[in-house]
């Protein structure tokens, strides 16, 4: 599996976003190009301490119990829930929020692991840095395909 952590993984994962075009359909979901690239930031900014949250407790017990079922699989299933706080509704210019996502990958090769400001993740609970990696890369790679890139 490929790392956020790693630059010529990440190198790929930008090449694919590069394919992008305000245009692009998405092949399931609601969300349009834009909001997708607007979401995508999202989990980053937590990882980055940029944006605190919180699941309830219930919520919590769920992530536990799925978080291994889940990074053990290859990809994301379609049309899998969203975090309130990641769901993006409005409108954004495509060019500037795909530039602000491809900072954000950026900092993860740049800085590796010490880009990761908590280990504890608001729905799984507590991730090492391995599983912040595959989370985001996988993340990625969902909404990426999701729009045929």
């Known amino acids: 599996m490929s790392s956020i952590y790693n630059k010529a993984d990440n190198e790929i ?10 245009e692009a359909k998405a092949h399931w979901g609601k969300m349009t190009v834009d909001q997708m690239l607007s979401h995508c930031q999202a989990p980053m900014d937590f990882a980055f301490g940029k944006t605190p949250m919180k699941a309830n407790f219930v919520m919590q017990l769920l992530g536990k119990m799925v978080k291994g079922k889940m990074l053990k699989s290859k990809e ?4 899998s829930p969203t975090a309130p706080a990641f769901i993006r509704t409005g409108a954004y210019d495509f060019e500037q929020t795909k530039n602000e996502l491809i ?16 280990t504890k993740h608001p729905f799984f609970g507590e991730m090492t840095y391995d599983e912040w990696s595959q989370l985001q890369t996988m993340h990625l790679d969902h909404h990426l395909r999701q729009f045929g890139v």
């Open 103 to 118: 900072e954000r990958i950026v900092v993860f090769s740049d800085l590796g692991q010490k880009a990761i400001k908590t």
């Open 76 to 79: 994301f299933k379609k049309n």
């Open 13 to 22: 994962i930008i090449s694919r976003i590069n394919k992008l075009s305000p």
